[in-house]
């Protein structure tokens, strides 16, 4: 029985592979897989062979608006302007470049806009058309809009729920803007404008509050709470600017 098993025992070893280590370099693996290649060495050109500030910045094009949105707004607020000056059409600067016509930081938020009574928009309209700015007639009755340089433009014939009237144009004051000078709609005007805006479906309060802390000496608070303060966000808009201290609270009527 001894010598049987010892058979059958050498039988089996010499059906088994030679079997060898996979971490033993010299011997192939049983994959045949190829090991994996050393990191330490990567392709392309030597750290030292690279620029070392980098690719140099590509010019801008002849005429082509800088990447700043707010630098791109104030151009085509400044072309559209020089062009109604020219044809000598009455209007007022509004909105966020007002805004910053006034000293407020550049923060020019989607577009330009600019006030003309109702009577004077097809003329307008015409003059922006002839210098080959795109306009178009949105479904809202109470402005036309126009692209300039790629950017929006806002003729607003109606303005804090009124018709822009000529008594608001006078109202306006010649100031520069960058480097062109046109009609902007004073401190008072412009701001009631924003306050009034404001709805249930637009608040934005963020956006008011440093052109209401920024003009705040300039402003007729008392004038503006009588035009739109029972409106409720234009009055919960002055109750935050009375508790940030930016206005005082308006003195009780005895």
């Known amino acids: 029985m001894t010598q049987h098993g010892e058979e059958a025992i050498l039988a089996r070893r010499a059906e088994t592979p030679d079997l ?14 190829p090991p994996p290649r050393s990191p330490a060495v990567p392709d392309g050109p030597p750290p030292e062979s690279l620029p070392p500030e980098g690719p140099p910045p590509v010019p801008l094009a002849e005429g082509e608006l800088p ?5 791109a707004i104030l151009e085509a607020a400044k072309r559209v302007g020089a062009l109604l000056k020219k044809k ?9 470049v007002a805004a910053y016509a006034h000293g407020v930081s550049k923060s020019l938020q989607h577009d330009a806009d600019f006030c003309v009574r109702p009577q004077d928009a097809e003329a307008v309209a015409a ?12 479904p809202e009755d ?5 692209t300039c340089y790629g950017q929006n433009i806002d003729i607003i ?9 000529a008594e608001m144009l006078d109202r306006a004051e010649e100031v520069p803007v960058d480097s062109v000078r046109m009609p902007v ?3 008072t005007d412009l701001v009631r404008s924003l306050l009034s805006a404001f709805s249930e479906h637009h608040c934005d309060f ?6 209401a802390r920024a003009l705040r000496e300039r402003v007729d608070w008392e004038r503006v709470r009588d035009d739109c303060g029972d409106a409720p966000m234009s009055a919960a808009f002055l109750f935050l600017l009375e508790r940030l201290n930016v206005i005082a609270p308006r003195k009780e009527q005895s």
């Open 20 to 33: 060898r280590l996979a971490t033993d370099p010299q011997q192939p693996r049983l994959d045949d897989t």
């Open 67 to 71: 990447p700043d949105r707010s630098q």
């Open 88 to 96: 000598e059409h009455r209007f007022a600067l509004a909105g966020s």
């Open 127 to 138: 003059t922006l058309a002839e210098a080959g700015i795109e306009v178009r007639t949105p």
């Open 142 to 146: 109470w402005l036309i809009k126009a």
């Open 157 to 165: 014939f109606e303005l804090a729920q009124q018709p822009v009237s």
């Open 185 to 187: 709609l004073s401190p």
């Open 206 to 211: 963020g956006a008011v509050l440093p052109i």
